[in-house]
C-alpha cells in the first residue's frame, strides 16, 4: 500500500505517525505551502497519482487535482485531516507583518508581543522582564486563553468527526502538547494518523497509539509555557526560549535563549523594523493595553 499525506508542516508528524502505524506501508508526504501553481504543488499532483490512499488537510478548489474534493478516485481511499493550531499555552506569541509578511525575530517569525509592544513604546530594555508577571497576563487576556483556545480547537476539530475532538484532553495530560501556536509535538500529529486511519478503514478500533521517536517540528521553534500559566494549568514552565536547529544557528549552545537574551536580541532586531509592524494585530493590542497599565501614551 502506498499513501500519501498532503498538508502543511504537520504532514511530516502525521507520515511518521502512520509509518509506525502500519509499517507495511510506503508513506510520502507532500508538504503544500504557498500557491498552487508551485512546483511543490505539481510535483505533489504527480506523487498522487496511483497511489491508494491520501491523507489530507482542507484543500479548497483553486488546487485543482490536490482540491480535496478532487482527490476521490476508484480504489484509493481519502482521510481528511485537520490542521492543529492552539494558542493556550503560549498566549504572549505574537507575529509581525509588514506587506503582509512575517519580520524575523530572534527565534524565527515568532515575536513575543510583551517585548515588541515594550520597545514600541519606548520602554527600556532593563525594565521589560519585570513586565513577565501574572499581573500584567490578566491585562493581556493570557489568563483566559486556554479555554477561549480550547473551545476554538474543538469547533475547528468537530467536523473532522467526534474521535479527533476527544484526543483533547489526552493530549493536555501529557503537558503542553504544543511548541509553538502552529506547531504540535509529534505525539499529536501520530494521534491525528491513528483517528484518520481507524476512520479510513485502515486501522481496527483498538489499534494502540504510537509516539515516534523522531518530532519533526522539535527541529523549529521552541516557546516556553510562562510558569505561572503553566502553574494554573498544572503543566511544566520554564522562560527558555529555542530558535530553529539550521545550519547557520551557531554552537548548540546559542539555540537556547533566556528572557533577558531574548529581550536584547529582540531589542537589536527592532531598531531596524518598521513602526507600523508594531500598532495592528496582536502586538497593536498589547501596546494599547500595556501603554494604559504603564500610564504611557500609546502615541
Given amino acids: 500500500m502506498r499513501i500519501v499525506v498532503l498538508g502543511n508542516c504537520q504532514a511530516h508528524g502525521v507520515a511518521h505517525g502512520l509509518a509506525h502505524l502500519l509499517p507495511e506501508a510506503r508513506i510520502d508526504v507532500a508538504q503544500l505551502d504557498g500557491s498552487p501553481r508551485s512546483p511543490r504543488a505539481t510535483a505533489a499532483a504527480t506523487l498522487v497519482e496511483g497511489c491508494d490512499a491520501v491523507f489530507t488537510q482542507p484543500y479548497a478548489a483553486a488546487w485543482g487535482k490536490l482540491a480535496t474534493e478532487a482527490l476521490a478516485a476508484p480504489g484509493r481511499r481519502v482521510a481528511r485531516i485537520p490542521r492543529i493550531l492552539f494558542r493556550g499555552y503560549q498566549p504572549d506569541l505574537a507575529y509581525l507583518l509588514h506587506d503582509n509578511r512575517p519580520l524575523p525575530s530572534p527565534v524565527g517569525d515568532y515575536h513575543s508581543s510583551i517585548i515588541a509592544a515594550s520597545f514600541s513604546l519606548g520602554l527600556p530594555e532593563a525594565e521589560v522582564p519585570t513586565l513577565f508577571n501574572r499581573l500584567v497576563y490578566a491585562r493581556l ?4 486563553a486556554f479555554g477561549k483556545a480550547r473551545t476554538l480547537l474543538m469547533d475547528q476539530l468537530a467536523p473532522f468527526g467526534p474521535r479527533f475532538a476527544a484526543l ?3 493530549w493536555h495530560a501529557r503537558g503542553p502538547f504544543m511548541h509553538t501556536t502552529n506547531h504540535p509535538r509529534v505525539f499529536v500529529l501520530a494521534d491525528v494518523a491513528r483517528a484518520a486511519a481507524i476512520d479510513a478503514g485502515l486501522l481496527p478500533e483498538d489499534a494502540p497509539p504510537v509516539t515516534p521517536a523522531y518530532d519533526h517540528l522539535a527541529n523549529n521553534t521552541i516557546w516556553p509555557v510562562y510558569p505561572e500559566l503553566a502553574g494554573a494549568l498544572g503543566v511544566p514552565g520554564g522562560m527558555v526560549f529555542k530558535r530553529a536547529a539550521t545550519r547557520d544557528a551557531g554552537p548548540a549552545g546559542s539555540l537556547h535563549l533566556g ?9 537589536a532586531r527592532y531598531a531596524r523594523l518598521p513602526e507600523p509592524a508594531f500598532r495592528t494585530d496582536a502586538v497593536g493590542e498589547a501596546r494599547g493595553t500595556l501603554a494604559g497599565f504603564l500610564g504611557l501614551g500609546a502615541g
Avoid at 528572557?259 to 531589542?267: D, N, P, Q
Fill in 141 to 144: 487576556g493570557h489568563l483566559d
Fill in 168 to 170: 483533547f484532553e489526552a
Fill in 259 to 267: 528572557l533577558a537574551a531574548f529581550i536584547r536580541e529582540s531589542y
